[in-house]
C-alpha cells in the first residue's frame, strides 16, 4: 500500500504538499476530496483520517497525518528527501519554521476565501472585512518581500528551495484562479514566483492544472481587483 493524500488542488495547502510529492517523484494515489461538492463533510474514510475534516491529509501505511506543515516536514525525514526542503542547518531550519508559523494570518489570511470564494458556496462577501483582509494581506507581502526575500539566492533561505516556498508561493498564487495577480505589485515576489515555477517544472504544471482550469471557468473572480497602486 503507498502513500495516500487526501487533497483537492485547489485548496493551497493540498498543492503544497502534491508538488514535493510530484517534484520529488514520491509514489502516492491521489484522494481527491472536493471542496466544492462539500466531500470532506461527507467521505467518510477522509473523516476518519482527518478529525477536522480539512485538506490535507494522509494516510502512510495506517500511519496517519493532518496539516501541511507537519505533512510537509514528515515527507522530507521519512521519504529521505533532499534536505534543502527542510535544512539540517539550525538556522535555515530555523528560518523555515519562522515562515511557516508566521504565514497563518499573513500571508494566508483568509482573504481569497472571503473575497472570491465565498459567492460559489453561497456566502454574503462582507466588503468592510475583505477591505480590512486586503490591507493586511498588502501589509504582509510587503514584508515577505522586504524580510524573508531579502537574502542573497531567490528564495527564502537563499540559493535553495524550501517547504517554505511551496508554502508561500501556494498561498500567494491562490488569487490566479480570479484572475488577480498578487504578486505583481511586488518585483522581488515576482521574480521569485517565477524562480519557484522554473524549478518545479513539470511538477508545477501539473498540480496547477486546477488553478488553470478554475481560472478559465471565472466562477471566483473577486468582485474587484486589488486596490495597491
Ligand atoms: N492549517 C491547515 C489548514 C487546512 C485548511 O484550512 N484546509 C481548507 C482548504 S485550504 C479546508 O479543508 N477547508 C474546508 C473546511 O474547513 O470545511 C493546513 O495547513 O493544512
Keep these: 500500500m503507498s502513500l495516500k493524500l487526501y487533497a483537492d488542488f485547489l485548496s493551497q495547502p493540498c498543492r ?50 493532518f496539516e501541511s506543515a507537519a505533512i510537509l516536514k514528515y515527507l522530507v525525514r521519512a521519504y529521505n528527501l533532499p534536505s534543502h526542503w527542510y535544512p539540517e542547518d539550525v538556522q535555515k531550519r530555523a528560518r523555515v519554521d519562522q515562515y511557516l508559523v508566521w504565514q497563518q494570518g499573513n500571508i494566508r489570511n483568509g482573504l481569497f476565501f472571503k473575497k472570491c470564494a465565498a459567492p ?14 486586503e490591507g493586511g ?22 540559493s535553495e528551495i524550501s517547504i517554505a516556498d511551496l508554502q ?21 515576489i515576482e521574480a521569485w514566483m517565477k524562480a519557484c515555477q522554473n524549478f518545479l517544472g513539470k511538477s508545477f504544471e501539473k498540480v496547477y492544472k486546477t488553478v488553470y482550469d478554475l481560472a478559465e471557468e471565472g466562477k471566483m473572480k473577486g468582485a474587484s481587483d486589488f486596490k495597491w497602486k
Design 16 to 65: 503544497a504538499v502534491g508538488l514535493l510529492l510530484e517534484k520529488e517523484a514520491v509514489p502516492y494515489d491521489m484522494v481527491t476530496v472536493s471542496l466544492i461538492k462539500g466531500e470532506n463533510k461527507t467521505n467518510e474514510e477522509f473523516g476518519r483520517v482527518a478529525p477536522l475534516k480539512q485538506v490535507p491529509a494522509i494516510d502512510d501505511k495506517g500511519f496517519t497525518l
Design 120 to 133: 460559489v458556496f453561497g456566502l454574503p462577501v462582507d466588503q468592510a472585512e475583505v477591505d480590512k483582509l
Design 137 to 158: 494581506l498588502k501589509a504582509g507581502m510587503q514584508f515577505f518581500q522586504d524580510y524573508f526575500l531579502a537574502g542573497d539566492g531567490p528564495f527564502v533561505c537563499g
Design 168 to 188: 508561500a508561493m501556494c498561498q500567494i498564487s491562490q488569487f490566479w484562479i480570479a484572475g488577480l495577480k498578487a504578486e505583481a505589485f511586488f518585483p522581488k
